[in-house]
Each structure stands twice: as structure tokens, then as C-alpha cells.
């Protein structure tokens, strides 16, 4: 398990690391890990279920029985499908109100511990491409390459309004720079695994620059 490769995508909300697994795993034909859909399938488990943060550890037994998720990537132009016990309950995950409970809920170190080893579970042959925001520094720090996308505070604001506005979701822009804001501060000030650069990560601004041209840059650096 340990000699599975891996390739880490890290980086905030709205830098494309999302559309750059996806491609990149699709050119490679490895698998691939959508860490934060995994924190918002669980978000939203725990909201069905009426379970707390204060309850996790003693409701623990009957998530790990629960909790099945898998991924699909069908098209390169939505995110990954995700599934919890075979049902597809993407459109449900991928709301500003469970992206806000998800940030949230990562705060916690016993909601951390259970996610990690769900996360290198996803480890598998002929290789694993992780999309996050600790890949790199905390959950697969034997990744043979790590990649740290970033984009402007102002474009990464436009995706995510072009993003839900294409699936019918009613945003005021201005709304959601304030709370693209404020999740970047909780994402890299918080006490267990802040967002942050690994130290041998390759960063790469994606503002001006188009998806193929960031993945040809990849294949360049994994050859």
C-alpha cells in the first residue's frame, strides 16, 4: 500500500484544484480523492443524523459503519460525483450552507482523526491523485509530487459565482467574496491542519493561466 504513488493537489477554495485532479487523473488513469467533498459528505451525514460535534466520539461506532463514500468523474466540466452508500447526493453537498458547516466541523481534532485513515483508504494502484488542502503536508507526506495551486482573491470569487450560478443557485457576488474570505482565514488559522505550503510543494498561480496549460505544466514536473 505504502508504494502506491501519489500526487497531491493543495490549495484554497476556488484555485482549480478540482478541475486539475480531475484532468490529471483522467491523462494518467489513477484514482482520485476529493478530500473536501469526503469533509462535506460527512457534514452532511452528521446533519441527517442529528449528530454534534459534542457526540462524535460516542456516536463514532455507528459512522464508521455508515460512512461509505466513493467518487466518480464523469465530466471534466462539474466536479467529482459523490456517493455515500451507493446514492449520488452531490448536488446536496455542494451548497455555500454545507460548505460553511464543513469548515466548521474540520475544526475538530476527533472529526480529523477519523477522516485521515477514510482518506488513505482511497490509496490504491496504479496510482492516487488527492485533492485538498493537507494532502501534502499531513495526510500523504510521501507524495512523490506535491502541487500548491493559489489564484487571486478576485478571481477565485468569480469561479465560485460562475460555479453556482451555472447550477441554479441564487449568489450575490459580493456576498460571497466576504465568505470566501472568511473561510480562507479559518482554513489557515486554525490549530489542526491549518492550510498551508508543504515545504517541497510546487506552487503554481492559476489566475491567468488556462487548466490545460497548468496540467501540461505537471506532466512536465512528473516527468
Not at 449520488?88 to 464543513?102: G, L
Not at 470566501?180 to 491549518?194: A, Q, V, Y
Amino acid at each position: 500500500m505504502t508504494n502506491v504513488p501519489v500526487i497531491t493537489i493543495d490549495g484554497p477554495s476556488g484555485s482549480g484544484k478540482g478541475t486539475i485532479s480531475q484532468m490529471l487523473a483522467r491523462e494518467l488513469g489513477w484514482h482520485i480523492l476529493d478530500s473536501g467533498a469526503l469533509y462535506r459528505t460527512l457534514a452532511y451525514y452528521m446533519d441527517n443524523n442529528s449528530i454534534f460535534e459534542k457526540d462524535f466520539i460516542e456516536n463514532l461506532e455507528k459512522i464508521k459503519l455508515d460512512f461509505n463514500v466513493s467518487f466518480v468523474s464523469d465530466s471534466l466540466n462539474e466536479p467529482v460525483k459523490v456517493f455515500l452508500n451507493q446514492e449520488d447526493i452531490t448536488s446536496r453537498i455542494r451548497t455555500e450552507e454545507v460548505a460553511r458547516r464543513t469548515s466548521l466541523i474540520a475544526t475538530y481534532q476527533a472529526i480529523r482523526d477519523f477522516i485521515k485513515p477514510c482518506q488513505r483508504s482511497f490509496l490504491s494502484f496504479p496510482g492516487l491523485i488527492a485533492d485538498g488542502r493537507d494532502m501534502g503536508t499531513v495526510i500523504f507526506p510521501e507524495a512523490f509530487l506535491k502541487v500548491y495551486l493559489t489564484a487571486s482573491h478576485e478571481e477565485r470569487t468569480r469561479r465560485r459565482y460562475s460555479q453556482l450560478k451555472t447550477k441554479g443557485t441564487k449568489v450575490n457576488m459580493r456576498t460571497l467574496s466576504d465568505e470566501l474570505k472568511r473561510r480562507d482565514g479559518k482554513d489557515s488559522t486554525r490549530k489542526n491542519s491549518p492550510l498551508s505550503i508543504a515545504k517541497d510543494a510546487i506552487t503554481i498561480d492559476t489566475t491567468n493561466i488556462k487548466p490545460d496549460s497548468v496540467l501540461e505544466r505537471i506532466k512536465e514536473m512528473i516527468k
